[in-house]
């Protein structure tokens, strides 16, 4: 066949793979994966919260924490999601969502935002008065109390939950209960139900 020996026909800029087949570096990228908490406004109704846990499950998103709750307005509900992904993977999370037929907004929270997860730590009751000093270290509370087993309240940002359960393995941890992220974004700014 005619045309120019190999030495003389052109090479395209760009990376290629192994095969010859040209690489967009962005696809080819590697990105480390960051926190990111996503906050979900979605219709109140059953069934929401195994459509969205379904929806991260098959597409492998890694869920950090996932709470819900009710909102000033009964048909709705409010979802805080923490997850640690790669960027591409954040903002596929967030389109994904917002396919969901129940949700009605999705937003990523800024780092600044205000994040508190709540403990219930319980340890044993053999030194009640030390736990309660502890405990009034991390601005918490007893709420439970008996001979064998002392229950305490922890309120804050997850280094500060992180903080108290390993000053509480003084006093024999039995078990930890923590709720996960709740968040909201500082000053006026709110998710809003749009209809």
């Not at 690489?23 to 069934?47: I, M, N, W, Y």
């Not at 949700?103 to 730590?121: D, F, G, K, P």
């Not at 000053?167 to 930890?176: C, H, N």
């Given at each position: 066949?005619?045309?120019?020996?190999?030495?003389?026909?052109?090479?395209?800029?760009?990376?290629?793979?192994?095969?010859?087949?040209?690489?967009?570096?962005?696809?080819?990228?590697?990105?480390?994966?960051?926190?990111?908490?996503?906050?979900?406004?979605?219709?109140?109704?059953?069934?929401?919260?195994?459509?969205?846990?379904?929806?991260?499950?098959?597409?492998?998103?890694?869920?950090?924490?996932?709470?819900?709750?009710?909102?000033?307005?009964?048909?709705?509900?409010?979802?805080?999601?923490?997850?640690?992904?790669?960027?591409?993977?954040?903002?596929?999370?967030?389109?994904?969502?917002?396919?969901?037929?129940?949700?009605?907004?999705?937003?990523?929270?800024?780092?600044?935002?205000?994040?508190?997860?709540?403990?219930?730590?319980?340890?044993?009751?053999?030194?009640?008065?030390?736990?309660?000093?502890?405990?009034?270290?991390?601005?918490?509370?007893?709420?439970?109390?008996?001979?064998?087993?002392v229950t305490v309240e922890?309120?804050?940002?997850?280094?500060?939950?992180?903080?108290?359960?390993?000053?509480?393995?003084?006093?024999?941890?039995?078990?930890?209960?923590?709720?996960?992220?709740?968040?909201?974004?500082?000053?006026?700014?709110?998710?809003?139900?749009?209809?």
């Open positions: 066949m005619p045309g120019p020996a190999p030495p003389e026909r052109m090479h395209p800029t760009g990376k290629r793979n192994k095969q010859g087949i040209r690489v967009d570096p962005e696809a080819e990228a590697t990105h480390e994966p960051r926190q990111a908490v996503l906050s979900a406004l979605v219709k109140h109704k059953p069934g929401v919260l195994s459509e969205v846990s379904a929806l991260f499950s098959r597409r492998q998103f890694n869920i950090e924490s996932l709470t819900v709750g009710p909102t000033v307005d009964s048909d709705t509900a409010r979802m805080t999601i923490l997850i640690e992904e790669p960027e591409p993977g954040i903002d596929q999370a967030k389109k994904q969502l917002r396919k969901l037929v129940p949700v009605i907004q999705v937003t990523e929270l800024q780092s600044e935002s205000v994040r508190r997860e709540l403990a219930l730590i319980k340890v044993g009751g053999e030194k009640p008065d030390d736990v309660n000093a502890v405990a009034e270290m991390y601005d918490g509370q007893a709420v439970d109390a008996s001979t064998d087993s922890i309120t804050g940002s997850k280094q500060k939950i992180d903080a108290a359960v390993e000053a509480f393995k003084q006093f024999d941890v039995q078990e930890v209960v923590r709720t996960g992220a709740a968040a909201l974004e500082r000053g006026p700014a709110t998710l809003e139900k749009h209809d």
